[in-house]
């Protein structure tokens, strides 16, 4: 029961950051991300990888955009450029 309780508690924190719904919140859950600050320190690119592989290498771009405008607290749709530029946190490359 409390484990059940913990994943519940994990996937509301999450949902208060930019872009991220109960299905996202799930996903995230599923690979390990349990909180907001754990999130705000991934990669997107990473973490999208692992949604990709978890869901059957089917998951669309827009995921990643969700991901990085939630790292970056700003709309999804405003990632769309920097889909090709690193401009988060742990990013290894420069643009």
Known sequence: MNKER??????KRLQVLRNIG???AIRLYSI????PEQLKKSNPEELYQQL???????LDICGLYQLKGAVLDIPWP??????????TPNSRRDA
């Open 6 to 11: 913990g994943k519940s508690e994990s996937v």
């Open 52 to 58: 990709k592989e978890r869901a059957g290498g089917k």
């Open 78 to 87: 405003k990632c769309k450029n920097l889909a090709h530029r690193t401009n």
């Open 32 to 35: 390990g991300i349990e909180s």
């Open 22 to 24: 109960p299905a996202t």
